[in-house]
């Protein structure tokens, strides 16, 4: 019976470690300087505007952060922040970028996505909810959308999706 349970309690550091060892590598795959275009809207209803980005990422065995700038139509531009932290399988941090203030995010990651819940520090399109994946695609692309519901229709909508490439 007690070499059993030794063999569980090994068994699950084992795989505890593991998560986290992939967890560590699939962060250090994002780390680097990216640029790259796409397209913002400032609310569900608004008509999309085209964004040129540039981001560094850097990453640590239980974290990541990204700052960025993008700008649109040469007059408006935008700094761009999102820290997180893993633990586990579980994802937390901050992102700024809204008018709104900082937003909490958390969630997880499936595959190359890491896909969070933000919560919104005021109402933005009728609710303080939204999602954002952050997504590895490729050696050298990631991809950052982040998707809102529309209070008019309860459709979900593409906010914001900017396509990068390691530079």
Not at 12 to 23: K, N, W
Not at 31 to 42: D, E, L, M, P
Not at 105 to 132: M, T
């Amino acid at each position: 019976m007690k070499s059993t349970a030794a063999l569980l309690a090994a068994a699950c550091l084992f795989c505890s470690t593991g998560a986290h060892a992939d967890e560590a590598a699939f962060l250090r795959s994002l780390q680097g300087k990216f640029s790259g275009k796409g397209t913002v809207r400032i609310r569900t209803n608004t008509p999309v505007m085209n964004i040129n980005c540039t981001f560094t990422s850097d990453a640590t065995a239980s974290s990541l952060s990204l700052d960025g700038t993008c700008r649109a139509l040469l007059i408006m531009s935008r700094e761009i922040r999102a820290d997180l932290k893993v633990s586990g399988a579980s994802y937390t941090g901050t992102y700024i970028g809204s008018r709104s203030g900082p937003a909490g995010l958390s969630g997880s990651r499936k595959g190359d996505a890491i896909n969070l819940d933000i919560h919104w520090a005021k109402i933005v399109n009728g609710d303080r909810d939204a999602e954002l994946t952050v997504e590895k695609v490729g050696p050298d692309n990631m991809r950052m959308t982040v998707t809102d519901m529309d209070p008019a229709t309860g459709k979900m909508v593409v906010t914001s999706r900017i396509d990068l490439k390691r530079s």
